[in-house]
T-cell receptor, first 113, second 112 residues
């Protein structure tokens, strides 16, 4: 089946540790995105990538890092510098540009203990 | 940057009734307005979108209206069904998917 796969679904981390969230797509989309979802705040863009080996900061990039070495993959690392990392993280892909439609994965819930 | 406000935050309707969710945006240059539906435990899914050169768009029981002058747009769901229960997000952009600004979401509950 074509789609976006995020893993793990649930993740627990101790303070001070980095953690990497996986996102894989087989839709042959050029663009990939990471959003953070907090209660009552909607979705906020962390990073996006329009093409392999290139990515741009979104509105809340501080404390996060990404890589885009393959078209299919866009992992997100939540570093120890992120002050409030407990959240629900959503990865999406799309054709990019003005077409607009995003295809989301089912999300990863990160809890910092 | 763009600021999108969405109301109400929660909405309960009886099955068969209509539901309306409203959003306002601040940047007059925004020209693309999608609506996403998020079911429990899943990622959001696009249900309908509208561009600024159109005032209204309909797809079966769902319609979206846009008032560019007032900078607001609304989602209308008619003949609601229990499977319409979900969180709905509006969004606005002036440059497509790379720059979507989302509203804070509306939790719709359809009571059988």
């Amino acid at each position: 089946d074509g789609g976006i796969t995020q893993s793990p679904k649930y993740l627990f981390r101790k303070e001070g540790q980095n953690v990497t969230l996986s996102c894989e797509q087989n839709l042959n989309h050029d663009a990939m995105y990471w959003y953070r979802q907090d209660p009552g705040q909607g979705l906020r863009l962390i990073y996006y990538s329009q093409i392999v080996n290139d990515f741009q900061k979104g509105d809340i990039a501080e404390g996060y890092s990404v890589s885009r070495e393959k078209k299919e993959s866009f992992p997100l690392t939540v570093t120890s510098a992120q002050k409030n990392p407990t959240a629900f993280y959503l990865c999406a892909s799309g054709t990019g540009g003005m077409t607009g439609e995003l295809f989301f994965g089912e999300g990863s819930r990160l809890t910092v203990l | 940057g763009e600021n999108v406000e969405q109301h109400p935050s929660t909405l309960s309707v009886q099955e068969g009734d209509s539901a309306v969710i409203k959003c306002t945006y601040s940047d007059s240059a925004s020209n693309y307005f999608p609506w996403y539906k998020q079911e429990l435990g899943k990622g959001p899914q696009l249900i309908i979108d509208i561009r600024s050169n159109v005032g209204e768009k309909k797809d079966q029981r769902i319609a979206v209206t846009l008032n560019k002058t007032a900078k607001h747009f609304s989602l209308h769901i008619t003949e609601t069904q229990p499977e319409d229960s979900a969180v709905y997000f509006c969004a606005a952009s002036k440059s497509g998917a790379n720059n979507l600004f989302f509203g804070t979401g509306t939790r719709l509950t359809v009571i059988p």
